[in-house]
């Protein structure tokens, strides 16, 4: 029943995260984004590289998120034992998905960015989805498609992998 907040980066993450993990980077707009996607009525289990714990811990009890119960002793490399619960995230270059969205079965492209952004321009034929409204719109892509993940940067589309996963959508591609 706990949120496990893994707060590597984005990169990290998709080499290999604890299912059910949402990714909120320490390096990017953590505050923000912890308090918009995570649920301060829950308790939080961080992941994070040794060493970077208390920053996650002290960043979120700035935000008023004070029920963390702990963090994973060691980080990922504590899990190299139980290779069972870590999940992979393909990640796709534009050029890869470039080509992707021209073959005889497309995915279905995913913008997480804000609607102002995706106005300003997007890729053609992809769906703008805000992160902050992702959870709320998961059950709305079909489940049979495949699915490619884009923001700006990466790191929005990597907090969305794991919303998309924790709906049973594990094999979208960031």
Avoid at 64 to 79: A, E, I
Avoid at 83 to 107: C, F, N, W, Y
Wanted: with cysteine.
């Amino acid at each position: 029943g706990v949120q496990v907040l893994d707060v590597r980066n984005a990169v990290e993450y998709a080499g290999g995260h604890l299912k059910g993990s949402l990714n909120i980077g320490l390096g990017g707009k953590f505050a923000t984004w912890a308090g918009t996607i995570l649920d301060p009525k829950r308790s939080i289990v961080i992941i994070a590289e040794p060493g970077y714990e208390k920053e996650a811990i002290q960043r979120l009890g700035r935000i008023g998120f004070d029920r963390v119960l702990g963090y994973l002793n060691g980080g990922m490399q504590s899990l190299e034992v139980n290779p069972d619960v870590v999940q992979k995230v393909q990640r796709i270059s534009a050029q890869g998905l470039a080509e992707l969205v021209t073959t005889s079965h497309p995915p279905m492209v995913i913008d997480v960015r804000s609607e102002k952004e995706w106005e300003s321009g997007h890729i053609d034929r992809s769906i703008n989805i805000p992160l902050p409204h992702l959870a709320q719109h998961v059950h709305d892509i079909p489940a049979d498609t495949p699915v490619v993940v884009h923001c700006a940067s990466g790191y929005r589309s990597s907090t969305a992998i794991g919303i998309l996963e924790l709906a049973g959508r594990t094999q979208a591609m960031d």
